[in-house]
Nanobody, 130 residues
Framework: QVHLVESGGGLVQPGGSLRLSCVAS????????IGWFRQAPEKEREGVLC???????????VYADSVEGRFTISKDYVNNTVFLQMNSLKPEDTAVYYC????????????????????WGQGTQVTVSS
Protein backbone atom coordinates (compact mmCIF):
# COMPACT_ATOMS: atom_id res chain seq x y z
CA GLN A 1 0.00 0.00 0.00
CA VAL A 2 1.36 3.38 -1.03
CA HIS A 3 1.75 5.95 1.74
CA LEU A 4 3.35 9.38 1.42
CA VAL A 5 4.21 11.68 4.31
CA GLU A 6 5.41 15.26 3.80
CA SER A 7 7.31 17.31 6.36
CA GLY A 8 9.52 20.36 6.58
CA GLY A 9 7.03 23.13 6.09
CA GLY A 10 6.88 26.22 8.26
CA LEU A 11 7.11 29.99 8.38
CA VAL A 12 10.04 31.60 6.60
CA GLN A 13 10.94 35.16 5.66
CA PRO A 14 11.11 36.25 2.01
CA GLY A 15 14.45 35.26 0.55
CA GLY A 16 14.77 32.33 2.93
CA SER A 17 14.97 28.61 2.27
CA LEU A 18 13.14 25.46 3.26
CA ARG A 19 13.61 21.81 2.43
CA LEU A 20 10.52 19.66 2.24
CA SER A 21 10.68 15.89 2.57
CA CYS A 22 8.36 13.25 1.19
CA VAL A 23 8.87 9.82 2.73
CA ALA A 24 7.38 7.15 0.51
CA SER A 25 6.39 3.68 1.69
CA UNK A 26 5.02 1.00 -0.57
CA UNK A 27 6.84 2.74 -3.41
CA UNK A 28 10.01 1.73 -5.18
CA UNK A 29 11.62 4.91 -6.44
CA UNK A 30 13.09 2.98 -9.37
CA UNK A 31 9.58 2.59 -10.77
CA UNK A 32 7.67 5.65 -9.58
CA UNK A 33 7.71 9.32 -10.43
CA ILE A 34 7.30 11.68 -7.50
CA GLY A 35 5.80 15.08 -8.02
CA TRP A 36 5.46 18.10 -5.78
CA PHE A 37 2.32 20.17 -5.99
CA ARG A 38 1.05 23.20 -4.12
CA GLN A 39 -2.28 24.77 -3.43
CA ALA A 40 -2.78 28.32 -2.22
CA PRO A 41 -6.07 29.47 -0.71
CA GLU A 42 -8.82 29.75 -3.30
CA LYS A 43 -6.52 28.55 -6.07
CA GLU A 44 -6.27 25.30 -7.95
CA ARG A 45 -3.62 22.77 -7.08
CA GLU A 46 -0.64 23.27 -9.39
CA GLY A 47 2.33 21.12 -10.25
CA VAL A 48 5.71 22.41 -9.12
CA LEU A 49 8.43 19.84 -9.92
CA CYS A 50 8.64 16.16 -10.65
CA UNK A 51 11.43 13.60 -10.60
CA UNK A 52 11.03 10.44 -12.63
CA UNK A 53 12.02 6.90 -11.80
CA UNK A 54 15.19 7.23 -13.86
CA UNK A 55 18.20 9.30 -12.87
CA UNK A 56 18.78 10.79 -16.29
CA UNK A 57 19.31 14.31 -17.55
CA UNK A 58 15.64 14.51 -18.52
CA UNK A 59 14.45 12.91 -15.29
CA UNK A 60 13.33 16.19 -13.72
CA UNK A 61 10.41 18.17 -15.00
CA VAL A 62 9.60 21.73 -13.99
CA TYR A 63 5.87 22.32 -14.05
CA ALA A 64 5.80 25.83 -12.58
CA ASP A 65 7.95 28.37 -14.44
CA SER A 66 7.94 30.60 -11.39
CA VAL A 67 10.15 28.19 -9.42
CA GLU A 68 12.79 27.53 -12.06
CA GLY A 69 16.23 28.39 -10.76
CA ARG A 70 14.95 28.53 -7.16
CA PHE A 71 13.53 25.05 -6.40
CA THR A 72 15.21 21.72 -6.96
CA ILE A 73 14.08 18.13 -6.47
CA SER A 74 16.19 15.15 -5.47
CA LYS A 75 15.90 11.55 -4.29
CA ASP A 76 17.42 9.60 -1.42
CA TYR A 77 17.12 5.93 -2.32
CA VAL A 78 18.41 4.73 1.04
CA ASN A 79 15.60 6.42 2.95
CA ASN A 80 13.05 6.28 0.12
CA THR A 81 12.63 10.02 0.38
CA VAL A 82 12.21 12.80 -2.16
CA PHE A 83 13.22 16.32 -1.25
CA LEU A 84 12.07 19.70 -2.50
CA GLN A 85 14.72 22.32 -1.83
CA MET A 86 13.21 25.77 -1.98
CA ASN A 87 15.49 28.81 -2.09
CA SER A 88 14.84 32.53 -2.54
CA LEU A 89 11.31 32.06 -1.29
CA LYS A 90 8.68 34.65 -2.13
CA PRO A 91 5.34 35.42 -0.50
CA GLU A 92 3.61 33.99 -3.57
CA ASP A 93 5.15 30.60 -2.76
CA THR A 94 2.87 30.41 0.27
CA ALA A 95 0.71 27.30 -0.06
CA VAL A 96 0.12 23.79 1.19
CA TYR A 97 2.67 21.58 -0.52
CA TYR A 98 1.84 17.99 -1.44
CA CYS A 99 3.84 15.14 -2.86
CA UNK A 100 2.24 12.62 -5.15
CA UNK A 101 3.34 9.54 -7.02
CA UNK A 102 2.55 7.47 -10.08
CA UNK A 103 4.19 4.55 -11.84
CA UNK A 104 6.02 6.03 -14.80
CA UNK A 105 7.78 4.92 -17.98
CA UNK A 106 10.97 6.78 -17.16
CA UNK A 107 9.51 10.24 -17.58
CA UNK A 108 7.29 12.37 -15.42
CA UNK A 109 3.71 12.97 -16.51
CA UNK A 110 3.82 15.65 -19.17
CA UNK A 111 1.25 18.16 -18.02
CA UNK A 112 1.79 18.16 -14.27
CA UNK A 113 -1.93 17.92 -13.58
CA UNK A 114 -3.17 16.34 -10.32
CA UNK A 115 -5.21 13.74 -12.20
CA UNK A 116 -2.00 12.34 -13.68
CA UNK A 117 -0.89 11.13 -10.23
CA UNK A 118 -2.43 8.30 -8.21
CA UNK A 119 -1.40 8.66 -4.58
CA TRP A 120 -1.07 11.72 -2.40
CA GLY A 121 0.31 12.79 0.94
CA GLN A 122 -1.52 14.93 3.46
CA GLY A 123 0.41 18.12 2.72
CA THR A 124 2.63 20.50 4.65
CA GLN A 125 2.04 24.23 5.04
CA VAL A 126 4.65 26.70 3.77
CA THR A 127 4.19 30.35 4.67
CA VAL A 128 6.52 33.03 3.35
CA SER A 129 6.04 36.26 5.23
CA SER A 130 7.98 38.97 7.02
Amino acid sequence: QVHLVESGGGLVQPGGSLRLSCVASGVILDYYAIGWFRQAPEKEREGVLCISSKDTSDGTTVYADSVEGRFTISKDYVNNTVFLQMNSLKPEDTAVYYCATVIDDGLCPLRGKPQEFDHWGQGTQVTVSS
